[in-house]
Nanobody
C-alpha cells in the first residue's frame, strides 16, 4: 500500500504559476499527475519514472514540469502559464507494474481565474 499526500493547490490568475507537491510513502514507483475538471473524466497530465524520465499530456507540454526527489520520496509539478482550462482537482498517482496507477492521493484543487 502506497500513501500519497498532495499539497500546493490554490487560486491563481491566468498566466500565473503554481507548484504542486506530493509526498509518497514508498520510493520505488513511477509517479504521475492526473486532473479532473467538473463534469469531465479524470485525465492524464504527467508522469515521472524513478530514474527521472518524464511524459506529458499535449495540453500541458512546455508549461508544466514534473520533478522528483527520491531521497525524500516527493514528486512535484511546476505549472506555469496557467489557463482557466487548467482548473481542476489534481491527483498524485503511483504506478505499480501496470499501465494504470494503482494508488491515488486525495487531490488538491487548482483554480485559474481569467
Amino acid at each position: 500500500q502506497v500513501q500519497l499526500v498532495e499539497s500546493g493547490g490554490g487560486l491563481v490568475q491566468a498566466g500565473g504559476s503554481l507548484r504542486l507537491s506530493c509526498a509518497a510513502s514508498a520510493r520505488a514507483y513511477t509517479l504521475g499527475w492526473f486532473r479532473q475538471a467538473p463534469g469531465k473524466e479524470r485525465e492524464f497530465v504527467a508522469l515521472i519514472t524513478r530514474s527521472g524520465g518524464t511524459n506529458y499530456a499535449d495540453a500541458v507540454k512546455g508549461r508544466f514540469t514534473a520533478s522528483r526527489d527520491n531521497t525524500k520520496s516527493t514528486v512535484s509539478l511546476q505549472m506555469s502559464s496557467l489557463k482557466p482550462e487548467d482548473t481542476a482537482v489534481y491527483y498524485c498517482a503511483a504506478y505499480g507494474s501496470g499501465s494504470r496507477p494503482d494508488y491515488w492521493g486525495q487531490g488538491t484543487q487548482v483554480t485559474v481565474s481569467s
